[in-house]
């Protein structure tokens, strides 16, 4: 099996970036429908609060696109397609249920990360105690402490860009319903999740690269690479989720119910 999985990745490795970019987002509306269908809003919440905690650890890994002449960490499809749920959230099930799909997907990764700093926490075995049966897990530690230490700058901007962009993504697809009503589903899709995105990318990136930094960058540096420099990627995945919350308004949540 590790022979499989490592088989795989080493092809998918020769793949353009671009084109694992498609087979993700393809995936994330493939499994926000499917939650949906057959789990409802129950389905929906789990959805946001693993997208949420896989983003977080996808931001890690910065890949070079042949569209930008320098590496973009990934994570952008994961955070945007939690908007997609969100507004699927807020059409059918109604505007409280969309902000506990936010809050969903805030307490999944505050919790992910607390039972990882209790897991580094542990003493790793030294080789005196894992002896040869436990050396495999001899390295594990480290490779865990590199992923998942927090770093609490990055932690804190994350966080409230989430809360403050999700929260007005809620309430501005709310405040767009009621003035078209069952008319313009696509508007108030694009036009809420286009703002919302905007939000997240400036808070973010202003508290993470500027306010909450060691080593500040200039203004015009963090807005040209990092606010605006993936916000037209952010831009494409509204446009292309348009079809999917028709596809979820049609394609709806039937209750299983014992005969």
Sequence with gaps: MDYLA????TNMNTWPPECLWIVMLCSCFVAILCFNRFYGPGGLYAYIAVAIVIANIQVLKAVQFSLYPEPV???TILFSSSYL??????EHYGVQAAKRGVFMGLFAH?????????T?????????????NMAWALPFHGHIAALFTLQFS??????????????????????????????RLWLRNNLST???ALIDNTVFSVLAWIVLSSNPLPFMTVLGTYILGTYWLRLIIAVLDTPIIYLAKKWKYVELRNN
Excluded: C, H, N
């Design 194 to 196: 286009m703002v919302s």
């Design 6 to 9: 490592e088989a795989l990745i």
């Design 154 to 183: 990055l932690f804190f901007a994350g966080m409230l860009a989430y809360i403050m962009s999700q929260f007005y993504d809620v309430w501005f697809y709310s405040w767009l319903k009621k003035r078209t009503g069952e008319k």
């Design 120 to 132: 580094l926490g542990f003493s790793p075995l030294t080789a005196a105690q894992a002896g040869e």
């Design 73 to 75: 960490a990934l994570g």
């Design 85 to 90: 749920a969100t507004d699927i959230l807020g």
């Design 110 to 118: 505050l919790f992910f990360s607390f039972m990882m700093l209790l």
